[in-house]
C-alpha cells in the first residue's frame, strides 16, 4: 500500500496550483477529480483533447497520478458515454489504473442502474482500467450489502471505500467488513458520529485506519490510500496541516 493525495484537497485552485501544493507536502501520488462544476480538469476538456488533458498529467518524475474520480454532468447519456470513454483513454494513456464515479441516487430502480454501470465498466474495460463506484450515502452503494450487491451483479465492477460515509447517517455503528473484498481505491479523511461532522480535524473522529488496512491487508490489497479531505467554503480548519497530518499517520500504519 502506497499514501496518495486527491486534488479536491485543493480543489479551491486550478489544477497546477492543487499539483505543486501536492508535491509540496512530499506526496509522489496523486488521486485526480475530473469534475465538470469543479476547477480542475473537467470532462469536457477531456473529450474536446484526450492529448491536451494528458500533457496537464505529466507532472515530471516527483509526482504521478494514480487514480480518478470522475463526476460527470452531461444530460444525455449518449455524450456521458463519449466523455467516459475519453477518461479511460486518458486514463491508459497516463498509465492510471483506476476510475471511479458516484453510483445513482437509490431514486433509479436498481436494475436501471445496473444497466447505466454495466455500459462504463464495458468502457473502461476496454482500455483496461479498473472500474469503481464509490460508498456514497444517497446511492446504490450507500450500505455495504448494497454495495456488494453491485459488484455480485456486475462482475468486474470494484469499489473506491469511503468510510465516512460508512459512519454518518444509518450506518453508523454498522460493521462493513463485507466490503473489503471488491475494494479497488480508498479515500480517507477522519469523521465524526454527530451533527455537521462527516469532516473534522484528524484524530478527532471516528475512522479506524489501521483496522482499515489490517482489513485491506487480509485480501492483499496493494494499492492506494488517498488522503481524500475536501476543501470545502469555510472550513473549520486549515486544509495543508489536515492534509500533511493524515499523511504522516498513514505512512507510519502501511
Not at 107 to 131: D, M, N, T, Y
Not at 165 to 187: L, M
Not at 188 to 204: H, K, S, Y
Not at 213 to 241: N, T
Amino acid at each position: 500500500m502506497f499514501v496518495a493525495c486527491s486534488t479536491l484537497c485543493f480543489g479551491r485552485y486550478p489544477l497546477e496550483e492543487a499539483l505543486r501544493r501536492i508535491a509540496e507536502l512530499r506526496f509522489t501520488k496523486c488521486d485526480v477529480a475530473i469534475h465538470e462544476r469543479g476547477r480542475q480538469l473537467k470532462p469536457s476538456e477531456v473529450v474536446a483533447d484526450v492529448t491536451a488533458a494528458a500533457n496537464k498529467l505529466r507532472l515530471g518524475p516527483g509526482l504521478a497520478p494514480i487514480a480518478f474520480s470522475v463526476e460527470l454532468e452531461a444530460s444525455s447519456e449518449t455524450e456521458q458515454h463519449r466523455q467516459f470513454q475519453a477518461i479511460c483513454r486518458l486514463a491508459r494513456i497516463s498509465a492510471v489504473p483506476v476510475v471511479t464515479i458516484s453510483p445513482a441516487s437509490v431514486e433509479v430502480p436498481l436494475e436501471l442502474e445496473v444497466e447505466r454501470l454495466s455500459k462504463f465498466l464495458q468502457l473502461a474495460h476496454a482500455e483496461g482500467i479498473q472500474f469503481n463506484v464509490a460508498t456514497l450515502l444517497g446511492t446504490h452503494a450507500q450500505t455495504p450489502e448494497q454495495a456488494i450487491e453491485l459488484c455480485k451483479r456486475l462482475p468486474g465492477l470494484g469499489l473506491t471505500l469511503d468510510p465516512s460515509h460508512y459512519i454518518v447517517g444509518p450506518n453508523q455503528g454498522k460493521n462493513y467488513d463485507v466490503v473489503f473484498e471488491y475494494v479497488h481505491h480508498v479515500h480517507l479523511r477522519d469523521t465524526g458520529r454527530g451533527p455537521n461532522q462527516f469532516q473534522v480535524r484528524i484524530g478527532q473522529g471516528e475512522v479506524e485506519y489501521g483496522r482499515i488496512i489490517s482489513q485491506l491487508s487480509r485480501y492483499g490489497y496493494k494499492r492506494a490510500l488517498s488522503v481524500d479531505i475536501r476543501d470545502i467554503p469555510d472550513a473549520a480548519f486549515a486544509m495543508e496541516p489536515e492534509v500533511r497530518k493524515l499523511k504522516y499517520l498513514l505512512e507510519s500504519l502501511v
